[in-house]
C-alpha cells in the first residue's frame, strides 16, 4: 500500500515544470536522483523495534520518460500483542512453533516476544511518455520476510488538461501476497494447545490477493497553490486472520480465562481469531501545497471506510519554516478510527462460545487493537539543509501515541496505549 | 449512475477550468518544496508504519506491496 508517487512526478502537473527547471538533465538525460535513508522505529514497553535502510534512484532517459527503482531493508525485533487481554490471573502460552511457551503476570497484556523478522522489498517504477500531454507508469513490486511474500504490478495513466493545469489520474494495481506462518496455519477458532502437543493447524501456507484502482485530479489553483483529490478502492480476496493472535474464552461471571467442558487435554482458553475472506477499501483523499512568502503549508485530509464497519479520518499537517539556507518542518497528525464490527474483546463461555462443545457461535471474532477504536496522535519535527546544489541531508524524529479505545472493558483487562519513537535521517544527491 | 458521474466530471473540469496559472506564472509550483509529497522518504516510512499500526490504507496511490506486519 506504500506510495507509489515519486520525486520528480509526485505533481504530476508540475512535472513539465520541473524538467524546465532542470533543462540540461531532461537535455542530457544521464542526471541520476538518489535517495538514501535510515529509519531507526522503537516502541515503547520492549514492543516492535525496527532498522529499515531505503535507497531509491531515479533517472531521466530523455523526452519524459524515466525510471525509479527502490530497494528497503526492514529488520524487526520486539514483542508484540498477541490478542489474549491482560488478566487478574497470570497467563500461560504457547509460541508459535510450538515448542515453547511464555507466561504473562497478572494485570499485564499478554506479548509474544518470539517475534523477529527481516523484510526486504524492491519496487521498480518505468514512465514512458505516451505523447506530449500524457504518461503511462509501469510498476512492479516485491518483498520476501520470513513468513511472508508478496509481489505485485500496477500500472497508472495521467494526462494534462487546461494548459497543463489540470491532470487526471486512473490506475490499477495487483497484488499477490503468500503467507506461511511459524508452526503452519492455525485453524479458525480452534484452541491454542500447551507446547509439544499437535498443534491445530492446517496447511503451510494461505494467499490473499490485492487489488487497487485510483482517479484522481490535481489541479492548480493559483500561482501559490496546488490541490489533488483522489478517490481509491480496494478489493483484498483470501487469507486475512493474523495467524498469531489469539482470543481469550472467559466465564461470563468470574471474567477468567476458562476452558469449555469438553475441552480436550492440553488446550488452553485462547482460541485462534477469524476475520472475513473478503475486504472492500475506500478512501477519499484530499491533499494541497500552498506557498506563503518564503514558507509552504502541506496539508492533507483522508477519508476512509471498508465493509468491515472501519470509518477512519487522517488529517496531516506540515509547516516548512524557511530559514536562511536550511529549513525547519513540524509536522501534526491525527488518526480517528471506528471498530471492525467483528472486534471482540473477548468470548464469553455460554453466550459466544458454548460452554459444553466449545463451538464458537459468532461468525467471526478478532481483539486484534489494531481493529479497535482508536486515535494516533503524531508530532515530529524535521531540520533540513542543502549541502551543495545538488545534494542535501535532513533528520527527523516523531512521537507517535496510540490510544486504543477500552470502553466497555474491565478494569484490569484493557489494552495500554502504543507510544512509539520515530527517528530517520535522509540523504540526497543528484549527479 | 453514468450520466451523473459525466456531470460530475464535466463540473469538475469546467470548474478547474477557471483555474490555473500561466506558463511564466509557475516558479513557486516548481520548487521542490511545492511538491505534494514534500518527502519521498518521509512519506514512504510513514505509510509503511501506520499501514502496520492502523486499519486504514489507500487514498493516496496504488501499488507497492503489502507486509505481514505485527
Known sequence: MQLRNIKGRVSLATCSLLQVATPLAQAEGSDWDIDTAFLYY???????????????????????????????????????????????????FTTPSGSGS?????????????FHDTRVAGAADWTISLDRLSKLILGINASTEYDYMSAGISAKYTRDFNNRNTTLTAGIAYNNDTISPVGGVPIEFAPMVQQNLPLNRDGASETKTISDFIIGVTQIVNRKTIIQLNYTFGLTDGYQNDPYKIVTVVDPVTGLPTLPAMAATGDLPYVYEKRPDSRQRNALFFNSAHHLTEDVIHFSYRYFWDDWGINSHTLDLRYRYQLASSYLMPHVRYYSQDAADFYTHNLKLGT???AATGTVSKQYASNDYRLAKSVTTTLGLKYGIPLSNNSEISMRGELIQQAI????????EETPDLDALVLQLNYSLTW | MRSVLLLTIVTLLAGCSSMGVEPWERDLLAKDSMQLVPDYFDNFYDEHIYFSKEASSGGQGVGGGGCGCN
Do not use: F, W
Not at chain 1, 68 to 80: E, K, N, Y
Not at chain 1, 102 to 114: I, K, M, R, W
Open chain 1, 405 to 412: 479505545s477500552n470502553d466497555g472493558v474491565p478494569a484490569g
Open chain 1, 102 to 114: 511464555y507466561t504473562t503476570p497478572a494485570g499485564e497484556t499478554p506479548l509474544d516476544d518470539s
Open chain 1, 352 to 354: 459466544d462460545i458454548d
Open chain 1, 42 to 92: 522503537s516502541e515503547s514497553d520492549n514492543r516492535v523495534q525496527a532498522a529499515e535502510p531505503a535507497i531509491y534512484a531515479g533517472r531521466n532517459l530523455g523526452e519524459d520518460n524515466r525510471i525509479d527503482l527502490r530497494l528497503v531493508v526492514d529488520v524487526l525485533t520486539g514483542a508484540t500483542p498477541n490478542g489474549a487481554h491482560a488478566s487478574t490471573v497470570p497467563q500461560t
